[in-house]
Structure formats: C-alpha cells, structure tokens
C-alpha cells in the first residue's frame, strides 16, 4: 500500500484523539462475534445501568454491589460522593446509556457505553472492567470519562 507522504504530514494526532480512540476500541471490538457480545451484555448492560442510576440517586450501597473487593476498597463511599456531587454540578441529572465497545483479552473483559446527562456536553463514556474474559464475577474497574471528540 502506497501512502502519500504530504496526507501523513497534513494529519495532526493531536488534534484527533477521540477519532483515534473510536477507531482503536471499534478495531479492538471486532474479535467478539455477534452471539458473545449478546450474551455478556446481557449480564453487563443491566450492571452498567443500576451503576448509573445508582450513582444519580446517591446510594453508595447499590452502586458499589457489583464491584470487587480491591475496588470497594479503593472507592470508598467518601470518593463516591465527591463523583455525585461533580457530576450532579457538572452535568445533571442521568438520562441514559448506550452501547460503545467490548474489548476482550486473555484475562480481562472491558465494556464501554456512551453516557447522557442533562447537560450535553460532553458525552461522558462509562468503562467497566472485568478480571475474566467473559465478563463474569465482580466488576474490577470503574471509569467515568469525559469523552470529546472536538479537541
């Protein structure tokens, strides 16, 4: 494949890094088949939106129900509240998610959905971590992220 050297040079990275991230989760989705993605979002989907919810109405408890041990311990109540209150200042209620990517390696399962708020910008994208491929057990990693394309 020939590429035109003047194109590369006309591209800046930095100015697209949310298109290089899409691109990158879109290429990363790609080795789940149909029937897999359905079956661990059939587990995750309903995960991520009581996560969401929960978070929305400030109960620490629900909220925290599906998380293992290390990341119950790392995000305490006290860091769960500080999350409540930006988010709620920042970008409003919660109105709902959609889904963005799963992401699968040997030992781990990543799954990604868009975030809506009250407050458009920006979107917000939710990352839920899991020490096992297939998405089963306890959630071991929790992301809420600001996600901007226009950067």
């Keep these: 494949m020939i590429i035109n050297k003047e194109i590369i040079m006309k591209f800046n990275i930095n100015r697209f890094p949310g298109i290089l991230i899409l691109t990158i989760f879109?290429?990363?989705?790609?080795?789940?088949?149909?029937?897999?993605?359905?079956?661990?979002?059939?587990?995750?989907?309903?995960m991520a939106e009581r996560m969401l919810k929960t978070l929305d109405q400030k109960k620490y408890t629900e909220f925290s129900s599906d998380f293992d041990d290390s990341l119950k311990t790392y995000f305490s109540e006290v860091k769960f509240n500080d999350l409540h209150s930006f988010m709620k200042k920042s970008q409003g209620e919660y109105v709902s998610k959609s889904f963005f990517s799963i992401i699968k390696d040997k030992n781990t399962l990543t799954i990604q959905y868009f975030v809506?708020?009250?407050?458009?910008?920006?979107?917000?994208?939710?990352?839920?971590?899991?020490?096992?491929?297939?998405?089963?057990?306890?959630?071991?990693?929790?992301?809420?992220?600001?996600?901007?394309?226009?950067?």
Excluded: H, Q
């Excluded at 879109?26 to 309903?46: L, M, Q, S, V, W």
């Design 26 to 46: 879109i290429f990363a989705a790609c080795g789940t088949n149909r029937a897999e993605k359905e079956k661990i979002r059939y587990r995750t989907d309903p």
């Design 116 to 151: 809506v708020y009250t407050i458009k910008t920006p979107t917000y994208v939710l990352i839920l971590t899991f020490n096992s491929p297939d998405g089963t057990g306890p959630v071991s990693g929790f992301k809420l992220l600001p996600f901007n394309v226009s950067r």
